[in-house]
């Protein structure tokens, strides 16, 4: 059975190296699609991808991806803005690679569009306040 | 008409309710539209306010005496160690102080969850804290252990008392070098991915009093949504810094040790935070008002983002290094833009203080103004300053 999965996966320096999507396609027969990239030059990043293939070939090429040290997480996961928390300092919004997190420039205020969100935690790094949570 | 007005007749119009108060972002309007010496003839205190991390916080706590006594020696509050070098049941705790066995930045930019800041946070909170605390026992002062959980309302006092608060101004920071730093001044992408700064701009307290002179020991300001004092000029407090032809520093610059009793504070306008890869800090709302004593007063606290100017430091080299210099200058107009163009290149900023709630300082101390519930401290001596000033011809 054929699936498609929408994922995040967040990498190290140490393993941006491997052929990550070379592998996925020839050796699980994966079609990868990617949506958005963004590596740094200390070579962390991440990759916002879409993965269509077999259901087996799915988990094997996860599995194979996780031994690597690769952190998936699933592009539904949620991050959660708590705007009771929210000082609106703007911090996020400097950092957030998709304005999700932006701010409206009349007010100084922040507002979060979790339509844009790609669920790459940059915020949660970001934020001193703890005020944006990852819904698991 | 020259205008001159003394602290007394501005506060004798408070207990009246007839003082004309107005914020730091309002007057601006105002003088525009009615001119330097109407305004000032109109507008008897402009407030002012900023929220942001203070990089220098902390707190002073008096448990109370034990039975037995205790003078105690070695003190943590929620495993956050206090400095107990005082008298017996005294302590300070320090915002960046961590909590023990913090793994800090072993493994990565660490995440810093708890510290000195969260210990004074919880305790505005109305939260238990737990204090434990060791001795070595002495003929006078004989208990050696005691561990016990406190409110604030059950400590005999608490007070704020922060040695260097509302820096005047300050650098904007970026990061030259190929790799993502930490900071206190945030996450810094690499290649100058983006710009972060940190000050209130043209509603900052310090900005609209320059060269302080109407602000010294015994001000009574808004400190942390209670009413404090500036006790002293906060430590590297430097009046000498370069100054545009406004007046304006163009770099760090002036700076208070603020006090005011905790009981009086909100977690509204006093949070502690975890910065990631760098460790913990408080971030406090203050606000000070300025007297409009005649119209050169007037005149500063006219100031506009335009008018202020931000050194872009490197904190990739230059800083950490100590390396004099800058990257060139943006103002806080284009800074809080969200974009600065430096060199062609145009690059992302963001603040690390709030704005709004700046405003919201601001607005509450004139309110509190407005209602005769807070009158104006005239200072017993001002803040060192310098010998000429610049601005109104
Ligand atoms: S960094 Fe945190 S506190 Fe600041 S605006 Fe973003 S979510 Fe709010
Ligand atoms: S996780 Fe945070 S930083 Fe990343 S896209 Fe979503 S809001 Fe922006």
Known sequence: MSIKKRLVLHFSADIVDKPMVFTLVKKYNLVPNILQAEINPEKEGYLVMELEGDKDDVALGLG???????????????IIWNEEICTHCGACTGICPT???????????VSFNSEKCIACRMCLAACSFGAVQVNF | MTINKSFEEINEKIR????????????????????????????????????GIMCSSGAFLNFGHTTPKMRMSNITLNDVP??????????????TELKINDSCNQNGPGKFRYGGAHVIEDLVAGKKVTLKAKSYGTDCYPLRELEKDFTL?????????????????????????????????????PNMGNINYSSAGQLSPLLNDPYYRTIGIGTRIFL??????VAWPGTQHAPAEARNERGIPTGGAGTIAAI?????MNTEFLRGVSIIGYGTSLAIGIGIPIPILDEEMLYYTTVKDEDIQAPIVDYGTAYPNAEPGNLGYASYAELKSGEV?????????????????????????????????????????????????????
């Open chain 2, 82 to 95: 206090a400095y107990a070098g005082l008298a017996a049941v005294d302590c300070y705790i320090g915002a």
């Open chain 2, 224 to 229: 942390g949504g209670g009413v404090g004092y």
């Open chain 2, 153 to 189: 309302s059950e400590m005999r006092d608490a007070f704020l008392f922060s040695p260097r608060n509302a820096y005047q101004n300050y650098n904007a920071g970026t990061n030259t070098t190929d790799k993502t730093i930490y900071t206190y001044m945030g996450i810094l992408k």
């Open chain 2, 16 to 51: 009246k309710g007839t003082a004309v108060v107005v914020t730091a972002e309002e007057v601006i309007e105002i003088a525009a539209a009615e001119g330097l010496n109407s305004a000032a003839k109109k507008i008897d205190v402009v407030t002012t306010g900023t929220f």
């Open chain 2, 260 to 264: 005011g009793n905790l009981a009086n």
């Open chain 1, 64 to 78: 194979w991806l996780e031994s690597c040290g690769v952190e998936l997480s699933e592009l539904g996961e949620r």
């Open chain 2, 341 to 393: 163009t430096i060199n062609g290149k145009k690059i992302k900023t963001a603040p690390l203080s709030s704005y709004s709630k700046a405003k919201q300082v601001a607005e509450t101390l004139k309110q509190w103004i407005k209602d005769g519930e807070f009158e104006l401290g005239q200072p017993t001596q001002t803040l060192p300053s310098v010998k000429d000033r610049r601005g109104l011809k």
């Open chain 1, 99 to 109: 304005e999700a997190l932006s701010m409206a420039r009349s007010e100084m205020k």
